[in-house]
């Protein structure tokens, strides 16, 4: 039973972690770009729903669409101010400008609502279930549950509808895609919206898992997220989704039954073996650049 | 054997020639002193290009004479350093590539590049889509709008897909077709973004004379179901003394001959660019 309820509330860990690493894989997928401010969108993410739920007592109800409106926007926005006159530069520029977007996000946060950590609202409310000896914590239910209609979504939107097409066509040939009469920048942009509404998503369930946030919230999720899309092919939305939670997984079965101290360490090697044997992620192509 | 034309080509009052049928309408593409510069070095200068509506016209030159960097410049992929380029009478300039496409220019490459990941039917509705509304809204909400444009681009799609026999090709990836097929569909695929003009790098490149025989009559064909220009570079002379009609020999970046192609085949500059100066040969 301990082993089913570990396997659980790391499926669910998983999901979060999923849910963060599409927005990296999409975004770099896409924009040939790692986005590394994008773990502090989780953090931005919660504490807006701080700020609707606890300070304006808002419900949830409207607490979750108006964060997701508002991380979509502050997204795409930092897209346009601070990637995108940078869409010719080198990657190492735009790689350290994304660094530098996520000091100034943590900073700003540590501004704004000091560096106390704070109690983040109850706004998921389900039971516990209760399956003879397993208890199955309703954060987990919610996360789970909400992660795998996201994802189903997400994967019927890209395959299926036109601006998913676009997406897919930028992603393996920009130029081509321009040429055939894509707005790449339009596409571009619908991308970061979407990897920031799912940040929301990621920042909510976080919160509600761990109860408290802070300015450096983001940052670890935001680095195994990475991790995460990285063991599962970087560019690859399958490959997120599966890295995620076998990251969230392994993480969890270390910490029960090897080490709490070294589950970190235990998580990072095992990217290591993984890159190692498989250079291009679990389910990352090869490029064959044609010339 | 390719068939040559047998069409009449007259002279418009800016010298350049056009085919007869196309003397009375403006020309789609009227290029006038374009120029590139990467850093110091001049790609291509003073090129001066005119297209009848329906002419098939011929862009040919040694390795290096920039007639890809003509093509790139003409779907603004490279902006220009001098000069002006006016697709069906609008200027160009300042316009993105993607502005440029839907302004009704579209092109094929050299190396293919086909979405390889994406079946055929979504590489050619990749074209269509941006065609029919761009709207940001209903692409992203499916609005009822949506699925009557999605059902009407599956239908024109197999149209497309059909003109070339092509149909049963339609749920394979598009990356795991044979090379003629795939070259086939890149046209299609340009096709479907319903262009005024469509550039055409190297079309019969790892042909037989069979299917380049067959190209020059799809070539034709193109023309004349869709009424359209059609800019060829090539280097399988038959193709292009067959099929095109007006001609134009780029070398060092600078056009050194234009004509018909009895013209080309007997003027002494082409000749020398191609096999050198005479006494070393």
């Known amino acids: 039973m301990d082993f089913l309820s570990t396997l659980i509330s790391g499926l669910s860990l998983g999901s979060i972690y999923a849910l963060i690493a599409l927005g990296y894989t999409m975004v770099y997928g896409i924009a040939k770009m790692l986005n590394f401010a994008h773990g502090d969108i989780i953090m931005v993410a919660a504490f807006t729903v701080y700020v609707f739920a606890t300070v304006l007592k808002l419900p949830a109800a409207a607490t979750i669409p108006l964060a997701v409106l508002f991380c979509m926007l502050l997204g795409v926005t930092i897209e346009r101010i601070a990637y995108k006159p940078l869409r010719k530069a080198p990657p190492l520029s735009v790689l350290i400008t994304a660094i530098g977007v996520s000091y100034f996000l943590q900073n700003l946060a540590l501004l704004i609502f000091g560096s106390n950590q704070k109690s983040f609202p109850k706004i998921i409310n389900i039971p516990a279930l209760k399956l003879g000896q397993l208890t199955i914590k309703g954060e987990s239910i919610a996360t789970l549950s909400v992660s795998i209609v996201i994802m189903l979504a997400l994967t019927l939107f890209i395959s299926r509808s036109k601006?998913?097409?676009?997406?897919?066509?930028?992603?393996?040939?920009?130029?081509?895609?321009?040429?055939?009469?894509?707005?790449?920048?339009?596409?571009?942009?619908?991308?970061?919206?979407?990897?920031?509404?799912?940040?929301?998503?990621?920042?909510?369930?976080?919160?509600?898992?761990?109860?408290?946030?802070?300015?450096?919230?983001?940052?670890?999720?935001?680095?195994?997220?990475?991790?995460?899309?990285?063991?599962?092919?970087?560019?690859?939305?399958?490959?997120?989704?599966?890295?995620?939670?076998?990251?969230?997984?392994?993480?969890?079965?270390?910490?029960?039954?090897?080490?709490?101290?070294?589950?970190?360490?235990?998580?990072?090697?095992?990217?290591?073996?993984?890159?190692y044997v498989k250079p291009t992620g679990l389910l990352g192509r090869k490029t064959n650049e044609k010339v | 054997m390719i068939r040559n034309n047998d069409v009449k080509m007259v002279p418009l009052p800016s010298n350049a020639i056009v085919p007869e049928r196309d003397v009375d309408k403006p020309p789609v593409l009227s290029v006038h002193q374009l120029g590139i510069d990467f850093g110091g070095l001049t790609a291509v200068d003073n090129f001066n290009f005119i297209m009848g509506r329906t002419e098939i016209g011929g862009l040919i030159g040694p390795n290096g004479a920039g007639k890809t960097t003509v093509f790139n410049l003409l779907t603004n992929v490279y902006q220009p350093t001098r000069g002006t380029i006016l697709l069906d009478g609008v200027n160009t300039s300042g316009k993105s590539v993607s502005q440029v496409s839907r302004m009704g220019i579209a092109r094929t490459f050299q190396n293919i590049r086909l979405f390889d990941r994406m079946s055929v039917i979504d590489n050619v509705k990749i074209g269509l889509h941006n065609r029919y509304d761009s709207n940001l809204l209903s692409s992203v909400l499916h609005t009822p709008g949506y699925f009557r444009h999605e059902k009407q681009a599956d239908e024109k799609a197999m149209e497309l897909l059909s003109f070339f026999d092509m149909q049963d090709y339609a749920q394979h990836d598009a990356g795991s077709l044979p090379y003629g097929a795939q070259r086939r569909i890149e046209i299609v695929r340009a096709l479907a973004t319903e262009p005024k003009v469509l550039l055409l790098d190297e079309p019969a490149a790892g042909m037989n004379p069979s299917e380049t025989e067959e190209l020059a009559e799809n070539i034709r064909r193109i023309r004349d179901t869709f009424g359209i220009a059609i800019v060829l570079i090539e280097h399988d002379m038959n193709l292009v003394m067959g099929v095109c009609e007006g001609i134009a020999v780029l070398n060092y970046g600078r056009i050194i001959a234009k004509g018909t192609p009895d013209e080309i085949k007997s003027n002494p500059d082409v000749i020398e660019a191609y096999l050198g100066k005479q006494e070393d040969r």
């Open chain 1, 163 to 275: 601006m998913g097409k676009a997406m897919r066509a930028v992603s393996e040939d920009k130029e081509a895609a321009e040429l055939m009469g894509i707005n790449v920048n339009q596409t571009i942009s619908v991308t970061f919206a979407i990897g920031s509404a799912l940040a929301v998503a990621a920042g909510v369930f976080y919160g509600a898992t761990y109860n408290f946030i802070g300015p450096y919230t983001g940052s670890m999720p935001g680095i195994k997220a990475f991790v995460a899309a990285v063991f599962g092919g970087i560019g690859s939305i399958p490959g997120a989704m599966l890295g995620g939670i076998l990251l969230g997984v392994i993480e969890n079965l270390s910490k029960a039954y090897i080490s709490t101290e070294l589950s970190d360490a235990i998580v990072f090697a095992v990217l290591i073996i993984i890159l």
